[in-house]
């Protein structure tokens, strides 16, 4: 009988799962692979992230905003805007983060990033959702800030996870505020401008303030995206007011608003670009800016520390006067011959503050800041030089009708006989006796009896009063024939009118940070400008301050001397001027053109100061000077009201 061994069950797969096996060898490299793969994909991106978080620096939001260009503002004297000097790459007004309307970072973060406060610089839920769908970037507030101060928009993997590490260090080491505060200063909301200060003025017009609406923060919130695409001055009304309601929808789901609370788009309010232009300045504020920052230059103070530094500088002018400058040239000038050009230059005589400065507005020349020939508004300063030599203002001086001085040949009939007082050749409008004068006593002191009333030594680097060589003093001098500023004429006649202390005329007053401090304020002591003495300076002030007493409308005591420069060696005008001042203010108004010429008024009479600069002089004061309190005038007091000059014919030289 023939017996069978039966195998137990499994007696086969016991062999197989033995060591050494090929099918346990096999399962062991499988388990292998999956181990070192989900190594690789879970400990790989983490060593990586580690990696790179140790090795990327993030510049902090200080650094980012301290190394761009940012606008600098300029205020009149009352804090006032005046105007902007806006960087190249547009209208970029720091705001702290204190300072912006909580309705708009409400908009601002319920549109681009509602898991702000809590997340860890990115929110995973919107990049899974751009991942999956396509639609949108995913990119939350800190993750814009990263890209927008890195300068790098690169749609790459290597970027993207290089800007997931950096939001994730700087929420590591900023707070929520400080990245904010960042962001939205960093951020473009279109038409040139950056951060919500411009934004704000750019599309209403308005300051940025609390009474912000929330439709205007809705609309700005929705600028952010695409600037150039939901502006409604690109894309049109609809287009904005769709991207207006989406802004709403997402205030309303996340919270921020009602859903009854009024709102509606606010295009009515939406200015034009053109009438918010950044930076828009007209011609006579272009002159404003340019002879504002040049001071600044010279007192340590260059555009580019203003941008780097947010600075907001506080000007002299103001804007009453400023505004009365303007004005009171412009209706003049109406109806006159189109050649004609002028300035206005109103300077404080107690403070050397120019509280206006009109440069014209026909074009980039800035004709306060030009030299014209001062002709016989240069007659004070003649005076002068007689008072310090002991000369009286009444004391009388030969006047032949035919002068020689300095190889010159000077002839004029004498209009006060043939003896004549300053006092009398001034209300007079004679011209011998100054020159008999400047004859006597040389024109050396001539020159420096006006330097001491306030004419600088150089303008630009170039002698002033001084012959082409820069050394030699010509006869000229004696007739106002060089040159001189309306600036420098008012900040020296201004020396009279403070009783013979002078002060250097200025348009800047105070530079202030971003917060507010004062870093640089303007200081000049008022001095005695004549030799020195308080008393010999307040005299000859004074003795001046009487030959030329007028009165305003208004009956204000005031002092004028209205003068012209002829042209060539003709019996014309070429420029006019009328200079004077009362206790409060120096005036230096200028008539002329672009080139030396021969210039009659609308009238065909030939230009005079007493007409067309005395018509300006006049306006302006009664504007500037309106609701000041009358003060009495140095220089004995009111004498008479000067009657303008007979309508002679000056002869030539």
């Known amino acids: 009988m023939t017996s069978t061994t039966t195998e137990p069950d499994g007696a086969d797969d016991a062999d197989d ?6 099918r346990r060898r096999r399962w062991r490299r499988i388990r292998r692979i999956g181990y070192w793969t989900a190594g690789v994909l879970i400990g790989g991106p983490l060593i990586a992230f580690w990696i790179a978080y140790l090795v990327l620096d993030v510049r902090s ?10 606008t600098v503002v300029l205020n009149y004297s009352d804090g006032s805007p005046l105007l902007k000097v806006i960087p190249a790459d547009g209208d970029r007004m720091f705001v702290p983060y204190a300072q912006v309307p909580s309705k708009l970072r409400d908009a601002i973060i319920a549109t681009e990033d509602p898991t702000f406060w809590d997340n860890q610089g990115f929110d995973p839920t919107g990049i899974g959702r751009a991942f999956l769908t396509g639609v949108g970037g995913g990119s939350g507030i800190t993750q814009q800030y990263i890209k927008k101060s890195t300068g790098d928009d690169d749609a790459t993997i290597g970027r993207k996870f290089a800007e997931l590490v950096l939001a994730t260090k700087i929420t590591q080491e900023q707070s929520k505020e400080q990245i904010f505060e960042s962001y939205v200063n960093i951020i473009s909301f279109g038409r040139g401008t950056f951060g919500p200060a411009a934004a704000m003025n750019a599309y209403f017009g308005k300051p940025l303030d609390d009474s912000m609406t929330w439709s205007e923060a809705a609309f700005l919130a929705g600028m952010i995206q695409s600037p150039s695409v939901h502006d409604p001055a690109a894309s049109g009304d609809a287009h904005a007011a769709r991207r207006w309601q989406y802004v709403h929808d997402k205030l309303v789901a996340r919270g ?29 504020e272009f002159h404003v800016k340019q002879q504002v920052l040049a001071e600044l230059e010279q007192d340590g103070f260059p555009l ?23 004005k009171s040239l412009q209706d003049r000038l109406k109806g006159e011959p189109q050649e004609f050009r002028g300035a206005v230059v109103a300077v404080e005589p107690e403070t050397g503050a120019v509280r206006a400065y009109q440069g014209g507005d026909q ?15 240069f007659y004070p300063f003649t005076l002068v030089a007689a008072l310090r030599r002991g000369f009286g203002p009444d004391q009388p001086l030969p006047s032949p009708e035919k002068q020689q001085f300095l190889g010159e040949t000077f002839q004029y009939p ?38 001491q009333a306030g004419i600088p030594e150089t303008v630009d680097g170039v002698p002033t009063m001084r012959e082409k060589d820069g050394f030699l003093i010509g006869a000229g001098i004696a007739i106002g024939r060089y040159p001189l500023r309306p600036l420098d004429m008012a900040g020296a006649y201004a020396t009279f009118a403070a009783d013979g202390r002078r002060v250097t005329p200025h348009l800047v007053a105070k530079v202030r940070d971003e917060s507010g ?20 300076s307040r005299r000859i002030a004074q003795d001046v301050t009487g030959t030329l007493v007028t009165k305003l409308d208004d009956g204000r005591p005031a002092a004028l001397r209205t003068g012209e420069a002829e042209h060539g060696i003709s019996p014309d005008n070429q420029d006019a001027w009328a200079v004077g001042y009362t206790p409060q203010l120096a005036t230096a108004v200028w008539i002329g053109s672009d080139d030396e010429r021969l210039l009659k008024d609308a009238n065909g009479a030939k230009l005079t100061g ?8 006049r306006t302006f004061m009664a504007a500037a000077l309106d609701g000041l309190p009358i003060r009495p005038l140095g220089g004995g007091g009111e004498r008479k009201v000067l009657a303008p000059p007979p309508p002679e014919v000056r002869p030539r030289r």
């Open 17 to 22: 799962a033995e060591p050494g096996t090929p």
């Open 61 to 70: 939001p200080q650094e980012v905003l301290a190394g761009l260009d940012k």
């Open 256 to 284: 921020y608003v009602k859903s009854d609370e009024e709102m509606s788009y606010p295009g009515r309010e939406i200015q034009p670009p053109s009438e918010t232009r950044a930076g828009r300045v007209t011609y006579d």
């Open 304 to 326: 580019g520390r203003l941008q780097q530094g947010n600075m907001t500088v506080e000007t002299t002018l103001d804007r009453k006067a400023q505004d009365a400058a303007r």
């Open 363 to 377: 074009g980039v020349r800035d004709y306060a800041s030009t030299p014209h020939a001062a002709g016989s508004a």
């Open 414 to 451: 004498a209009l006060c006989g043939p003896v004549c007082t300053p006092r009398a050749a001034m209300e007079n409008h004679a011209d011998g006796p100054f020159i008999a004068l400047a004859k006597q006593l040389g024109p050396d002191a001539v020159s420096e009896a006006a330097r």
């Open 517 to 536: 401090a004062v870093v640089w304020e303007h200081t000049d002591a008022a001095r005695p400008a004549f030799d020195g003495d308080g008393d010999v």
């Open 610 to 617: 007493d007409v067309v600069p005395g018509d300006i002089w």
